[in-house]
Nanobody, 126 residues
Framework: QVQLVESGGGLVQAGGSRKLSCAASGRTFSNYAMGWFRQAPGKEREFVTTISWNGGSTYYADSVKGRFTISRDNAKNTVYLQMNSLKPEDTAVYFC???????????????????WGKGTLVTVSS
């Protein structure tokens, strides 16, 4: 089992920045690709970004490319999401996910992830 706990959500003005963290405990963190997904009110959960087990590969949804940065610290069992130039449409609950299959699976969407956190709400005001 892997437990994932997100933090860092809150209210931010449009154009501002926010950094989310996801702390993992349980099985070996470095065995897993990690990713962030989000779910806006009334919408389906969608892929945001993913990072490979060693941080060597990262992928982003087109909607956040150039504004968001994912990173990980395997020594701290933590993955981060730095969000810049935030827009009201970025408002959502952000979920951390872990999957042993790799980044390719996360890029396909939220179905079948090994583990999920409970999410943290980010609200971007205009």
């Amino acid at each position: 089992q892997v437990q994932l706990v997100e933090s860092g959500g809150g209210l931010v003005q449009a154009g501002g920045s926010r950094k989310l963290s996801c702390a993992a405990s349980g099985r070996t963190f470095s065995n897993y690709a990690m990713g962030w997904f989000r779910q806006a009110p009334g919408k389906e959960r969608e892929f945001v970004t993913t990072i490979s087990w060693n941080g060597g590969s990262t992928y982003y949804a087109d909607s956040v490319k150039g504004r968001f940065t994912i990173s990980r610290d395997n020594a701290k069992n933590t993955v981060y999401l730095q969000m810049n130039s935030l827009k009201p449409e970025d408002t959502a609950v952000y979920f951390c996910a872990a999957d042993q299959s790799g980044t390719w699976r996360m890029r396909r969407g939220p179905t079948g992830m090994d583990y999920w956190g409970k999410g943290t709400l980010v609200t971007v005001s205009s």
